[in-house]
């Protein structure tokens, strides 16, 4: 090759024979001085630290070493946090800061030739509809280190039929994590509406149960802990498909369900232990309008999860039905409130939004007779507002007062409609 052919630098024109290395781009060349120089000014202009975060992706804030122990959050500092956006359920909120520490932890042990392993727990959360199982797991995900998804069970088949596959689970880990399998395989995922894929019966089945049984045999290797095949792009599995693979053995897996109808196999339970002369005092100390708390694992089986799933969920917590006074104080206290939520929407209008306190009782009273739970509120809400979202921006009044009379006016119009 002659000299006026060799490749020269854009940026100080040498030719290629004249430096040590050359890089190639895409429309050019740089050359290894050239580089040094440009490392040097950005680092006068921008700081020593700019290279800090360099081939990291914007999931990947774990250390691909380990964690630090001093960085991780104490299950005190996680359950304050998730008392900022979610009010009451302390038993299941202590659960669920134990066991995402307990994670972090694993993912932090120090490997050493003594033998101990610290086997991961993963957590089922059963609750009414509306006592904020999807609420504690969004909220957690905004403190985590970890990529984090939301997967719903009644999605999922068993392999042959129309719906999903159980991988599917690890392909959405994946694209939180921008396909990093190192960060994917230190991860945490809510699999909600676990209780939709309980087998109808008790009894095992001797044929295929399209979206229960078989659902749950297919999830039990991601719960332990296996090498998976995850096709990236999700959807179904195909022969000539390239995979990525993914070990869950360090995936923390927390499952959330109704169980609704459960309460009646508590019962049933308790009563079979109720025997003999100390049976009457035993019954009395029941609390039988929250039989949730007494929840015990082969309650779970009962309902229709097969034991193997049972126990690969070893921590099992409740939460508990929301009174009056809880749905009062999710309106207004935890910082992305439904009030709070209002009043900054019409703020952006330039309109200042007050809500008077029998508007807000008489909203917790149609959420009770809807036994809707928090997510009745926001139906409410919706059907109170939605004039007042509309008209509003359009006009010159700058303050709005929501009244009882308003509210009951507008839910009355809502419901007149809807018949």
Same mark, same amino acid.
């Given at each position: 090759?002659?000299?006026?052919?060799?490749?020269?630098?854009?940026?100080?024109?040498?030719?290629?024979?004249?430096?040590?290395?050359?890089?190639?781009?895409?429309?050019?060349?740089?050359?290894?001085?050239?580089?040094?120089?440009?490392?040097?000014?950005?680092?006068?202009?921008?700081?020593?630290?700019?290279?800090?975060?360099?081939?990291?992706?914007?999931?990947?804030?774990?250390?691909?070493?380990?964690?630090?122990?001093?960085?991780?959050?104490?299950?005190?500092?996680?359950?304050?946090?998730?008392?900022?956006?979610?009010?009451?359920?302390?038993?299941?909120?202590?659960?669920?800061?134990?066991?995402?520490?307990?994670?972090?932890?694993?993912?932090?042990?120090?490997?050493?030739?003594?033998?101990?392993?610290?086997?991961?727990?993963?957590?089922?959360? =059963?609750? *009414?509809? @509306?006592?904020? +199982?999807?609420?504690?797991?969004?909220? &957690?995900?905004?403190?985590? /280190?970890?990529?984090?998804?939301?997967?719903?069970?009644?999605?999922?088949?068993?392999?042959?039929?129309?719906?999903?596959?159980?991988?599917?689970?690890?392909?959405?880990?994946?694209?939180?994590?921008?396909?990093?399998?190192?960060?994917?395989?230190?991860?945490?995922?809510?699999?909600?509406?676990?209780?939709?894929?309980?087998?109808?019966?008790?009894?095992?089945?001797?044929?295929?149960?399209?979206?229960?049984?078989?659902?749950?045999?297919?999830?039990?290797?991601?719960?332990?802990?296996?090498?998976?095949? =995850?096709? *990236?792009? @999700?959807?179904? +599995?195909?022969?000539?498909?390239?995979? &990525?693979?993914?070990?869950? /053995?360090?995936?923390?897996?927390?499952?959330?369900?109704?169980?609704?109808?459960?309460?009646?196999?508590?019962?049933?339970?308790?009563?079979?232990?109720?025997?003999?002369?100390?049976?009457?005092?035993?019954?009395?100390?029941?609390?039988?309008?929250?039989?949730?708390?007494?929840?015990?694992?082969?309650?779970?089986?009962?309902?229709?999860?097969?034991?193997?799933?049972?126990?690969?969920?070893?921590?099992?917590?409740?939460?508990?039905?929301?009174?009056?006074?809880?749905?009062?104080?999710?309106?207004?206290?935890?910082?992305?409130?439904?009030?709070?939520?209002?009043?900054?929407?019409?703020?952006?209008?330039?309109?200042?939004?007050?809500?008077?306190?029998?508007?807000?009782?008489?909203?917790?009273?149609?959420?009770?007779?809807?036994?809707?739970?928090?997510?009745?509120?926001?139906?409410?809400?919706?059907?109170?507002?939605?004039?007042?979202?509309?008209?509003?921006?359009?006009?010159?009044?700058?303050?709005?007062?929501?009244?009882?009379?308003?509210?009951?006016?507008?839910?009355?119009?809502?419901?007149?409609?809807?018949?």
């Amino acid at each position: 090759m002659t000299g006026k052919n060799k490749n020269r630098c854009s940026f100080c024109g040498r030719r290629e024979d004249e430096v040590a290395l050359m890089l190639t781009g895409k429309n050019g060349f740089i050359c290894d001085d050239c580089v040094r120089q440009a490392s040097q000014i950005l680092q006068e202009n921008m700081g020593e630290d700019i290279f800090a975060n360099v081939g990291k992706s914007r999931s990947d804030k774990v250390p691909r070493s380990g964690l630090n122990m001093r960085d991780i959050p104490k299950p005190r500092e996680i359950k304050a946090y998730l008392d900022q956006y979610v009010i009451g359920q302390d038993s299941a909120k202590r659960y669920l800061a134990v066991s995402v520490y307990n994670h972090y932890k694993r993912l932090a042990q120090p490997s050493d030739d003594n033998g101990v392993e610290i086997e991961k727990s993963n957590i089922i959360m =059963v609750g *009414p509809t @509306g006592t904020g +199982k999807t609420l504690l797991a969004r909220t &957690i995900a905004k403190m985590l /280190r970890v990529p984090f998804t939301i997967v719903d069970a009644t999605v999922f088949t068993e392999a042959g039929y129309v719906g999903e596959d159980v991988e599917s689970i690890l392909s959405r880990l994946l694209q939180v994590a921008d396909y990093d399998v190192a960060a994917t395989e230190r991860g945490i995922v809510f699999i909600d509406e676990i209780d939709k894929i309980a087998r109808k019966q008790d009894n095992p089945s001797i044929t295929r149960d399209v979206s229960g049984e078989g659902v749950q045999q297919g999830l039990l290797k991601l719960l332990e802990g296996s090498e998976v095949n =995850v096709p *990236p792009k @999700g959807g179904r +599995k195909h022969p000539d498909q390239d995979y &990525i693979h993914v070990d869950t /053995r360090n995936i923390l897996f927390i499952c959330g369900g109704a169980f609704d109808g459960i309460e009646r196999k508590i019962a049933q339970r308790l009563n079979t232990h109720v025997v003999g002369y100390d049976s009457v005092q035993n019954l009395q100390k029941i609390d039988t309008k929250d039989l949730m708390q007494y929840i015990q694992p082969q309650d779970l089986k009962s309902f229709g999860l097969i034991p193997e799933i049972i126990g690969r969920l070893p921590v099992l917590t409740y939460l508990n039905p929301l009174d009056r006074e809880a749905l009062r104080n999710i309106l207004t206290e935890p910082k992305n409130s439904l009030v709070k939520q209002q009043i900054k929407l019409f703020a952006m209008d330039g309109i200042t939004l007050r809500f008077e306190d029998n508007a807000l009782d008489y909203i917790v009273d149609k959420a009770v007779e809807y036994k809707l739970g928090a997510r009745g509120l926001r139906s409410i809400m919706e059907a109170i507002m939605i004039e007042a979202q509309y008209n509003a921006p359009s006009e010159d009044e700058k303050t709005l007062t929501i009244t009882r009379q308003y509210a009951e006016e507008q839910v009355g119009k809502n419901e007149r409609m809807k018949k």
